[in-house]
């Protein structure tokens, strides 16, 4: 059973660069679309953007362009780097799959890794 | 950006109750409109995919639907495991944006 695992530093400072990490496990990484979604304290959940083997990547405009996506097929991970971060960036994230269930031509994120909380502060 | 204004933001209610959200999106986007619920300190969970369709173990007591661009979530009898934020999402063009999340708590 496919499941994912997000890693990083909980603690950054502001200006600095976020690094997370997504681990695969259950299947290949070669095989989807993944993504990551943050979500804000107390707050709604944000599409960051999403990535796939090949290294067709899409991210959310909002982002400012402070952020890129990575994939390392040899260890079954991939990867989210944002860029100059600031209070902002506070949130819980995400990694997902995306898949389109069925015959169906919706996206959808059906598998979730349990989040991890990055806290923006110097 | 397509905007998806979710009504309530929240509400109180009974078990047995029937419950209804609202989703209104910006342009026409069906049928790529997406529920997920989330219970406190939990992973969101997809409930439905493409307005009405079920995900795999998700109850009937679940359902979707839609009127122009207005999209639906319907618990028809509320169970005090759904006790939980419900968001909605629209996969129809990115950024992939999510409705501002409906609290349903006990009345």
């Known amino acids: 059973q496919l499941q994912l695992q997000e890693s990083g530093p909980g603690l950054v400072k502001p200006s600095e660069t976020l690094t997370l990490t997504c681990s695969v496990s259950?299947?290949?990484?070669?095989?989807?679309?993944w993504s990551w979604i943050r979500q804000s304290p107390g707050k709604g959940l944000e599409w960051i953007g999403f990535?796939?083997?090949?290294?067709?990547?899409k991210y959310n405009p909002s982002l400012g362009g402070r952020v890129t996506t990575s994939l390392d097929t040899s260890k079954n991970h991939f990867f989210l780097t944002l860029n100059s971060v600031t209070a902002a960036d506070t949130a819980v994230y995400y990694c997902?799959?995306?898949?389109?269930?069925?015959?169906?031509?919706?996206?959808?994120?059906?598998?979730w890794g349990q989040g991890t909380l990055v806290t923006v502060s110097s | 950006d397509i905007q998806m204004t979710q009504s309530p933001s929240s509400l109180s209610a009974s078990v047995g109750d029937r419950v209804t959200i609202t989703c209104r999106a910006s342009?026409?986007?069906?049928?790529?409109v997406n529920w997920y619920q989330q219970k406190p300190g939990k992973v969101p969970r997809l409930l439905i995919f493409?307005?009405?369709r079920l995900q795999s173990g998700v109850p009937s007591r679940f359902s979707g639907s839609e009127s122009g661009t207005d999209f639906s979530l319907i618990i028809s009898s509320l169970q005090p495991e759904d006790f939980a934020t419900y968001y909605c999402?629209?996969?129809?063009?990115?950024?992939?944006?999510f409705g501002q999340g409906t609290r349903v708590d006990i009345k």
């Open positions: 259950g299947d290949s990484v070669s095989n989807y679309y």
């Open positions: 342009q026409n986007i069906s049928p790529f």
């Open positions: 999402q629209q996969t129809y063009t990115t950024p992939w944006t």
């Open positions: 493409s307005i009405s």
């Open positions: 997902a799959r995306r898949i389109q269930p069925g015959s169906s031509p919706v996206f959808v994120f059906d598998i």
């Open positions: 990535i796939y083997y090949t290294g067709s990547t």
